[in-house]
């Protein structure tokens, strides 16, 4: 939607193709929570943003500031130092711009009070580098949007889906087969931008590029995400690109079903495990649930569920901790036990080692180091000492009833292979030339990230590079 816009602007008479029906339209757009980073340099940044922040609510909150500098360092730390540098810089350094883009078009951002900032002695403090989010989540992301290209008199097909790219016979792509309705047509353009998505709704994609074990996890987002679009465009000669073995994927609740489902939206994800213990089925810690801000651990953690038996864990809570959790741990859906001791918790884990469990907590309260203050704003240093793996921040002790224990499997959100573009979106072929003709932008576009991600980016380079490739795609066929 933001290539639509951005193309209209440019002069360009605009298609848009969705594959999906109207109900379950927008892509993994739509399953977002709506978090969205970007840089910004203080608070007269957001309240230009966000035009409606009171005197008041600045008052009681610390927003810190995010620059472009630590954007692109986070870029950088959280992909080992991999990403694309010419696609990390255009994603910071137009980051602010396209949120304010956005805004001008009708989307509504507020600050994220409720998942990314906690209460210390009646202020709020931001942490994690994101703090703003579009109201109504992604759906009311996708919905402002639809109504931006409603506005502009944009045309929108639903159940329409991209078979194959027409090209002429010096290879530029002149439009596109579509099946809609039962029939197959050929829509003739100057230009098309791709932005269908990964391919993390195809078992066997997903098995043959992630790996064995991968068809069974489940898919947090659309159905329709079957790497159609990059198919596409391998097929006229497209150059793949980027961690092609990598995704994005999180701790999902063990029973949440083999899709999205719109009606709960981000609720099946679980994640204030830094203030819990994860547990496998020998009742064994497998990672270090405090190795930083959920931000930047939550979306390979999915990974390591995915590896323990079972292809399950469970997060392990005491009553300390519990005020901590998101809403996602109180929704009707939920997989989850509770009890009064630890030895009968333990022992209602369905699937766990229960002796196992139980001393892996009590070495896991032996190891605290006690002295240091538990502060959930900050890596705080509170942490383990002598175990495999140590807890590195907010280690605190299971030992305060009640107790209460959420099983969860890996839940993918997208993955990280996809199509190669230039510095205008232009997607390139395998002689590093550009294809005259197509473009390419959001979770299809490979080379931003490698093996982890930045919470909210994805959503930012969805935006960046959308608005990048429909001003580039619009350029081309005015031109």
């Known amino acids: 939607m933001c290539a639509a816009l951005a193309a209209h602007e440019g002069g360009a008479r605009v298609l848009v193709l969705e594959r999906a029906p109207e109900a379950e339209a927008g892509g993994n757009s739509r399953f977002t929570a709506g978090a969205i980073r970007f840089a910004y340099d203080g608070v007269d940044d957001l309240r230009a943003l966000m035009p409606d922040l009171t005197d008041a ?26 990403c694309d540098p010419e696609l990390a810089d255009t994603l910071v350094t137009r980051s602010k711009d396209t949120l304010m883009w956005m805004a001008s078009h009708g989307v509504r951002f507020a600050p994220i009070w409720g998942r990314q900032a906690f209460k210390v002695d009646g202020r709020f403090t931001f942490w994690g580098g994101l703090t703003v989010e579009s109201v109504g989540g992604g759906e009311g992301l996708v919905e402002s949007l639809r109504a931006a290209l409603d506005r502009n008199r944009i045309d929108l097909w639903h159940e329409a889906a991209g078979r194959s790219l027409l090209t002429d ?35 066997e994609w997903r098995t043959r590029y992630l790996g064995p074990g991968w068809d069974l996890a489940k898919v947090r987002g659309t159905r ?70 959920r931000n930047y651990t939550y979306a390979r953690y999915g990974r390591e569920i995915l590896a323990q038996p079972g292809h399950s864990a469970w997060q392990v809570f005491d009553a300390s901790t519990e005020h901590l959790q998101r809403d996602e741990y109180r929704i ?78 890996c839940g993918l959100t997208f993955t990280f292979g996809g199509l190669r573009i230039d510095e ?56």
């Open 57 to 82: 609510e600045v008052e009681m909150t610390d927003f810190g500031t995010y620059t472009e500098e630590q954007f692109y360092a986070d870029l950088g730390r959280i992909t080992d130092y991999r």
């Open 169 to 203: 016979d010096s290879g530029a792509v002149r439009g596109v087969r579509v099946r809609r309705g039962g029939r197959v047509i050929d829509v003739e353009c100057s230009a098309v931008v791709l932005a269908a998505g990964g391919f993390q709704a195809n078992a």
């Open 224 to 293: 329709f995400n079957t790497g159609d679009g990059i198919a596409m465009a391998l097929d006229i000669g497209a150059m793949p690109y980027g961690n092609w073995s990598g995704a994005h994927a999180v701790a999902w609740d063990y029973n949440a079903p083999e899709f999205g489902d719109l009606a709960v939206g981000d609720g099946f994800q679980k994640h204030s495990y830094p203030f819990a213990i994860v547990l496998n089925q020998d009742g064994q810690r497998f990672v270090d649930e405090g190795a930083d801000f």
């Open 332 to 409: 009707r859906q939920v997989t989850k036990v509770t009890a009064d001791s630890i030895e009968e918790l333990c022992a209602r884990m369905e699937d766990v080692h229960t002796e196992g469990a139980l001393a892996t907590i009590s070495e896991f309260n032996a190891a605290v180091d006690r002295s240091v203050p538990f502060d959930p704003n900050v890596l705080d240093g509170r942490r383990t000492r002598g175990l495999g793996p140590d807890k590195t921040n907010w280690a605190m002790p299971i030992e305060t009833p009640p107790f209460s224990a959420f099983r969860v499997t």
């Open 424 to 479: 205008t979106g232009c997607v390139i072929d395998t002689d590093l030339r550009p294809i005259t003709g197509l473009y390419a932008a959001g979770e299809l576009v490979g080379g931003l990230f490698y093996g982890n991600y930045p919470g909210g980016s994805g959503l930012s380079a969805g935006a960046v590079f959308g608005r990048l490739a429909g001003s580039s795609a619009a350029a081309h066929a005015t031109g």
